[in-house]
Nanobody, 122 residues
Framework: QVQLDESGGGLVQAGDSLRLSCAAT????????VAWFRQAPGKEREFVAG??????RTSYADSVKGRFTISRDNGMVYLQMNSLKPEDTAVYYC?????????????????WGQGTQVTVSS
């Protein structure tokens, strides 16, 4: 079992930066691919960024490429968000899957955090 707990969300202005953190517990966490998803009001949950167990490959949604960076360090997963835009406003979720490579399908992730709200004002 893996448990995930996000933090670091908040209210910022356009152009600001935020770093989201996800604390993971569970002995097998190091063998899980991890990702960040987000869900804005009235929209479906969407893939933001992923970091594979195999080869530490990363993948990003086109909308955040060049602005967001995913990383992990032992039991922590981070999402560094720079140059934030109002359209980045959403609840952000940390997720983990036993798949060895990144998948953008939320249904393939076994474990989820409770989410952290990010609001970007214009």
């Amino acid at each position: 079992q893996v448990q995930l707990d996000e933090s670091g969300g908040g209210l910022v202005q356009a152009g600001d930066s935020l770093r989201l953190s996800c604390a993971a517990t569970g002995r097998a966490f190091s063998r899980h691919t991890v990702a960040w998803f987000r869900q804005a009001p009235g929209k479906e949950r969407e893939f933001v960024a992923g970091l594979a167990v195999r080869g530490a490959r990363t993948s990003y949604a086109d909308s955040v490429k060049g602005r967001f960076t995913i990383s992990r360090d032992n039991g922590m997963v981070y999402l560094q968000m720079n140059s934030l835009k109002p359209e980045d406003t959403a609840v952000y979720y940390c997720a983990a899957t036993i798949w060895m490579d990144i998948t953008e399908l939320s249904s393939t992730y076994n474990y989820w955090g409770q989410g952290t709200q990010v609001t970007v004002s214009s």
